[in-house]
C-alpha cells in the first residue's frame, strides 16, 4: 500500500470555515467492506492528560498520540502529543469515540484536524 499524507495549516490572520453538512459524513459508522485496518493502525492515542491541557488551543478536546508506529500510514503525518479532534468532521472526545470513528471511515482517504505545538491544522492521510 503506497501512502500521501499532506498537512494544511491555518495561517495566524485566516479564519477557516466550512459547509456543514446535516447529519454525519457519508460512510460514518460504516465499516468498509472487508477490512481489518485502517489508515490510523499503528496511531495509539490516550485520553488527554491534565497536565497537557496547558499546551493545547482554547477548547480543545479529542484524544493525544501517544506514538506513531513507523510503518503505519500516518507515520510522517502525526507525531506524538498531537491531539486528534476531528476523523472526517466526526468530534472525538475519548479514546472509544477514536477507535469507532476510525474504524468506520470507509475509502481511502481521512481528514483529521489536530492541535499541534497550540496550533489547529488538517491533516489528510490518502492510501492508493
Known amino acids: 500500500m503506497s501512502v500521501t499524507a499532506r498537512i494544511v495549516e491555518q495561517p495566524a490572520n485566516q479564519s477557516a470555515s466550512e459547509q456543514a453538512q446535516p447529519g454525519p459524513p457519508p460512510n460514518a459508522g460504516t465499516p468498509a467492506p472487508g ?18 491541557t496547558a499546551d493545547l488551543p482554547p477548547n480543545a478536546h479529542g484524544v493525544m498520540v501517544s506514538s506513531v508506529d513507523a510503518a503505519c500510514p500516518a507515520a510522517g503525518t502525526l507525531q506524538q502529543n498531537d491531539v486528534i479532534e476531528e476523523i472526517d468532521r466526526l468530534p472525538i472526545h475519548s479514546v472509544a469515540e477514536y ?9 481511502g482517504r481521512m481528514l483529521l484536524s489536530i492541535c499541534r505545538d497550540r496550533h489547529r491544522s488538517f491533516a489528510v492521510v490518502t492510501a492508493h
Open 35 to 52: 477490512a481489518t485496518a485502517n489508515l490510523l493502525t499503528g496511531v495509539h492515542v490516550t485520553e488527554i492528560p491534565p497536565d497537557h
Open 99 to 107: 477507535q469507532q470513528a476510525a474504524t468506520a471511515v470507509a475509502g
